[in-house]
Structures are given as structure tokens and as C-alpha cells.
């Protein structure tokens, strides 16, 4: 299995770290985060990573030369954002006509990825689709997941004042190779595509701590809680 990271945001929020540093590469207990998201992947079967870059490429381009997953990694520089889905729908030949992955790399995860995997393997037949999910305490900030006795998705809230509960979108997607297949001219994940498979989509919960490394606040508490040291 392949999986394309999403690695191009601009980290506005993290000023003044991301001055300097491109959020993807900013450390958590003094281990870039990208290199986290790649030990990750690879350990758990992953074969080939596909990573986007925007801000500051020069400086990712350069890490990942020299890291040890510089064999495993392909790059693609985008000199304007595609958008969430615009990067996976101009890569879909990438995943080689297999499911694949996509995630978002500026959040902190330690969910079991090969759990995760499994799960979509054995996913009930009418879903193309595999979404991860965490408890979160700021439900306003997130899109909200309601699922129904299967964990198959009926809906979802994004960023929503209302109460739909705490069950969050991670934005970490497994994607059957027919909806890989299926994408047109998408640029938005969350609002273009997850809407299509409203029934046809597994939610998995992960109880692992997973953080949106987004603000300084939640950038301090990866830091705290984060199991790698």
C-alpha cells in the first residue's frame, strides 16, 4: 500500500515557529514530525510515501535527502495548493491502481496504523472508504463524525457551534481503489468528497493520543504527552 501526506500547509497559526521551520518538519520532543509520520508508515507495511510541498520546499526537500527514508519517498512541489483532494486527484496514478492512503502530516498520531489498515481490509463491502477518528474536546474546531450501530458514517459536522457529539474526523483516509478511480476535479476532501460516501464509509476510533499540531497551545501539549522521548 502507497500513501500520499499532505505536507504543504503554511503553519500560520505556529508563528513564529514556522518562520523558520516548515510545520511538517517542527519537533516533537526533538523528532520533526514528518520523520514520525514516515517510521510510522513504513513500520506498519506502508511501501512507498508521496509527499506534497509548498512553503519552504527547499528546507523538506533537503531533510528527506538525507533521512533514511530518502528511497521511499517520492516529492511534488506545488507552486500554488491543489487543495486537500486537488494533490490526490493530480496523483491518483501514484497508488498503482490499489487502495491507498491520505493524511493530513501536520497532525501528532499515535494510532496503530497497521490496525488501521487491517480494519479496512476487512471493511464491510458496501464501504470505499476508511476514515480515522479520535475523541477531541473542542468539537467546534473539528468536523464531527455521527455513525451509526455498524460505525459506518451517516454525517458529517464540520467545524460546527451545534452539539453532533465529540467523534472527530483525524483525516487520515484509506481509499479503495474505486474511489480512487471515481475522483474528478476535486479540490476539498472533507466538503467534496466524504459527502459522496455518506454510507458507505467506516469510521474506526482510535483511543491513542492524536493532536492537530496547529496552535502553539496544541503544539505544547504534543510535547507533553507524546510518547516519543
Known amino acids: 500500500m502507497r500513501a500520499i501526506l499532505l505536507a504543504a500547509g503554511l503553519g500560520t497559526r505556529l508563528r513564529p515557529l514556522t518562520d523558520t521551520t516548515p510545520k511538517c518538519l517542527v519537533p516533537i520532543n526533538g523528532k520533526p514530525l514528518l520523520d514520525i509520520w514516515c517510521e510510522s508508515l513504513l513500520s506498519a507495511g506502508v511501501t512507498r510515501l508521496l509527499i ?20 521511499s519517498v517520492e516529492t511534488i512541489f506545488e507552486p500554488q495548493l491543489l487543495g486537500t483532494a486537488g494533490t490526490l486527484v493530480s496523483n491518483k496514478k ?29 471493511r464491510p463491502s458496501i464501504c470505499d472508504l476508511t476514515m480515522l477518528a479520535f475523541r477531541t474536546q473542542t468539537p467546534h474546531t473539528c468536523g464531527i463524525l455521527e455513525v451509526d450501530e455498524q460505525n459506518i458514517l451517516k454525517q458529517m459536522y464540520e467545524k460546527s457551534h451545534d452539539d453532533h457529539g465529540n467523534l472527530a474526523n ?21 466538503n467534496e468528497v466524504i459527502p459522496k460516501y455518506f ?3 467506516l469510521v474506526v ?16 501539549l504534543a510535547q507533553q504527552v507524546a510518547k516519543i522521548r
Open 52 to 71: 506534497n510541498l509548498h512553503y519552504k520546499s527547499e528546507l523538506v526537500q533537503q531533510h528527506i535527502s538525507k533521512s533514511k527514508f530518502a528511497k
Open 94 to 122: 501514484f497508488f498503482d491502481d490499489q487502495d491507498g492512503i491520505l493524511l493530513h502530516a501536520d497532525n501528532y498520531c499515535e494510532a496503530d496504523i497497521k490496525q488501521l489498515i487491517s480494519a479496512h481490509t476487512n
Open 170 to 190: 483525524a483525516a487520515f483516509y484509506i481509499l479503495s481503489k474505486k474511489l480512487i478511480a471515481e475522483l474528478g476535479n476535486e479540490t476539498d476532501f472533507s
Open 199 to 201: 454510507g458507505k464509509a
Open 205 to 220: 476510533e482510535t483511543s491513542e493520543t492524536f493532536i492537530d499540531i496547529g496552535t502553539p497551545e496544541t503544539y505544547a
